[in-house]
């Protein structure tokens, strides 16, 4: 077969560490390749090298299909037929003018300034009919919502579909396109890349580890440390690691029964849309909650209420830890004592503390931090190879690991933990899982959102679920 993409004798640095060291690769004509490996491991590069979105001081990227007789002139050839989507997609969306936060989504309530989905496909809105995508996987009803409002399988769907409009490319690079999906949008996902690919020239490089993939990969390369472990031939599609599982059965509660969170006809709308109505829930000291849903059902809001991002909170009916919302505590007497992690959290990173390294970060959001339990965390989740680069070296899984050590480096009596899981690999899971389930204490409170019941099977503390 033919070789479209050669990466010849590549060494990369970054921050004085070698990584990439005389690294060879090809990608052949009809291959649609899925990369896996520990965290770390070099997944995310790789796609930036192919891209032209990673400097390469030694070594050479050649493709045989792009042509030129300038670099300006390879470079926009390249530009076109290699598309990259990051994992983060929210602010490659917008314009850095714009300044979105992650809060935006809930303050952003009749802001001109936030874009349309419209406006994100632009004069490709007219041709939407055009690529005959089947309705079950097509976005057209969702023109006039504002990006912010997009769950995250949404989200993904508007960023191919951009693509598809502005260009048909040749490669298509996904990081990471099956995280913070539901089951049902990552079986969408992968029928959706599978449309695209049987109709268009197109082939799929993508980040994975565990999930189910299209039917259309049919190549796996395993990384470790930068380096190529395994290159094997997927004869048939892989089936994801996260099993459909029996949610267990209750367990007997533990601890005090005072109401941590309680919440009374609780309704949330945007529009014409309402996302919750006459909603009820009562969360007692001690509790171990699993919060499960499909994307949009509302879970992620449903902590802003709680977490004091959510404008709406001082409308409804809440009360924490036995006082109402609005009776005249502040936003920061409410966030002291609760732990939070969110999707959000690594797209929205202060750009102002990237180039500090990992631990010096901590220390920056952490005034009064505890050098002895940040050691031990750090030991714990196997951290201490990457504590010392830069913030905006590390690749998800790493900034993920951050977000987790940041989340735990102070005691509190909520933790929120909105997909603590994700871009982690196996190992790390486990150790996020291990972590719970020994410094859970009985009057900690514990709620986590989650598309996987392995999750949830996987782990004896809960006790509800909702």
């Known amino acids: 077969m033919v070789e479209l993409i050669n990466i010849e004798n590549v060494t990369i640095q970054s921050a004085g560490v070698r990584l990439f060291g005389n690294f060879n690769w090809s990608i052949r004509a009809g291959e649609h390749w899925v990369i896996s490996g520990a965290n770390g491991s070099g997944k995310t590069m790789l796609l930036e090298m192919i891209a032209g979105a990673r400097h390469i001081p030694q070594g050479h990227v050649h493709y045989s299909f792009i042509e030129g007789n300038t670099w300006d002139d390879r470079y926009a050839a390249r530009k076109k037929t290699i598309h990259y989507i990051p994992a983060h997609a929210m602010p490659s ?13 809930y ?14 496909l632009g004069e490709g809105v007219s041709r ?13 009803h969702l023109t006039e919502v504002e990006v912010t409002r997009l769950s995250n399988g949404q989200l993904k769907k508007l960023l191919l579909l951009k693509i598809l409009l502005a260009e048909i490319p040749r490669f298509l690079l996904l990081d990471y396109p099956f995280e913070g999906l539901d089951h049902g949008s990552r079986s969408d996902l992968c029928a959706f890349l599978d449309f695209m690919v049987t109709r268009y020239p197109i082939q799929v490089l993508m980040v994975d580890n565990d999930h189910h993939l299209p039917s259309v990969m049919n190549r796996r390369l395993t990384l470790e440390a930068f380096t190529i472990v395994n290159e ?12 459909e599982a029996p949610a267990p059965p209750p367990l007997p509660l533990k601890g005090n029964s005072s109401p941590v969170i309680s919440i009374r006809d609780l309704k949330i709308k945007y529009g014409d849309k309402v996302i919750l109505e ?17 994307n949009g059902a509302g879970k992620t809001t449903l902590f802003s209420m709680i ?27 409410i966030k002291r004592r609760i732990g939070y992690l969110g999707p959000e959290l690594i797209s929205y990173l202060d750009p102002g503390n ?5 631990s010096d970060y901590l220390r920056s959001i952490n005034r009064k931090l505890n050098e002895d339990s940040l050691a031990s965390l750090i030991e714990h989740f196997g951290c201490v190879h990457f504590m010392d680069k830069p913030v905006r070296v590390l690749s998800s899984g790493q900034l993920q690991l951050l977000l987790i050590l940041n989340c735990f480096l102070t005691d509190k009596e909520l933790l929120l933990l909105d997909e603590p899981f994700q871009f982690l690999d196996t190992s790390h899971r486990n150790q996020m899982k291990s972590y719970l389930e020994d410094h859970m204490n009985k009057e900690k409170t514990l709620i986590l959102i989650t598309h996987y019941e392995q999750d949830i099977t996987d782990l004896t503390v809960f006790t509800k679920r909702i």
């Open 278 to 294: 006459n909603f009820n829930w009562t969360v007692n000291q001690g509790d171990r909650w699993a919060l499960v849903g499909k």
């Open 307 to 333: 977490f004091a991002d959510h404008p709406m909170a001082y409308t409804q009916d809440i009360s924490l830890f036995g006082r109402r919302r609005g009776s005249g505590e502040s936003i920061w007497d």
């Open 232 to 243: 094997e031939t997927l004869s048939t599609p892989i089936n994801e690691r996260f099993n």
């Open 128 to 140: 939407l009919k055009d690529l005959n995508i089947p309705e079950s996987l097509s976005i057209g």
């Open 93 to 105: 969306l917008v314009n850095h003018e714009q300044a979105l936060y992650y809060q935006q989504r």
């Open 107 to 120: 303050y952003g309530i009749g802001d001109e300034r936030t874009p349309l989905v419209k406006d994100i």
């Open 354 to 358: 990237i180039l500090l390294s990992g």
